[in-house]
């Protein structure tokens, strides 16, 4: 499976401060993307980085993925209480391994204390 | 406003009565597919669609059926539902690689 793996799984920060979230994933990729679910909702696309994109960024997001390391990690500067949801990381395999199929994480449970 | 819709957004029914889940988008996406989502387990993919009369398993597919007889409905049918079916149930729709998902459907199986 190329399901993807959050870390941490819980993360409580105070506005203003960096949130960061990993995500690690097991076998090559088309691309990543990252989600945000507010609670009991439906997800939301954030972001997508290619298997040949080292960084992105979008607003106070910025997404690094190292294919070496089978990792992304995305960091949310300057956090917002409207930032508390769910993150979820998923790969989307290479066109042999089924490149219409997104495999989703258990995703990080962020919190932003006022 | 582009959107996928889902109904019902929330379900109690009993082992073993047959429902149907529906899902609809209005932006003409090829590919649609049904999630589950289950605390600690993430979202996992039940079966997928890549156009009208072409669908096919994805992770977790036993116990669902689906059809696609129109670009914009593919919905999900539980012909016997069981508890192990209680989940939040997502519908989403896709372009390119961006995906779109509906509000969600709360069932519960009892």
């Known amino acids: 499976s190329q399901q993807g793996e959050e870390d941490p799984q819980a993360l409580s920060i105070q506005e203003g401060e960096n949130a960061t979230m990993n995500c690690s994933y097991k076998t090559s990729i088309n691309n990543l993307q990252w989600y945000r679910q507010n609670s009991g909702r439906g997800l939301v696309h954030l972001i997508l980085?290619?298997?040949?994109?080292r960084e992105k960024h979008s607003g106070r997001l910025r997404v690094t993925l190292d294919t070496s390391k089978k990792s992304s990690s995305l960091l949310i500067t300057a956090s917002r209480a409207a930032d508390t949801a769910s993150y979820f990381c998923a790969t989307a395999g290479g066109f042999l391994q089924g490149a219409q199929k997104l495999v989703f994480g258990q995703g990080t449970r962020l919190t932003i204390n006022p | 406003e582009a959107q996928v819709t889902q109904n019902p957004r929330y379900l109690i029914t009993v082992t073993g009565k047959k429902l149907t889940v529906t899902c609809s988008q209005n932006?003409?996406?090829?590919?649609m597919s049904w999630y589950r989502q289950d605390p600690g387990l993430g979202l996992r993919q039940i079966y997928y669609s890549m156009n009208v009369e072409v669908t096919d398993k994805g992770d977790v597919p036993e116990g669902y059926k689906v059809s696609r007889k129109e670009k914009r409905n593919f919905p999900l049918i539980l012909e016997s539902p069981s508890p192990n079916q209680t989940s939040l149930y997502f519908c989403?729709?896709?372009?390119?690689?961006?995906?779109?998902f509906g509000p969600g459907t709360r069932l519960t199986v009892l």
């Open positions: 989403a729709s896709r372009t390119g690689s961006y995906q779109f």
């Open positions: 932006m003409n996406h090829e590919y």
């Open positions: 980085i290619r298997s040949n994109e």
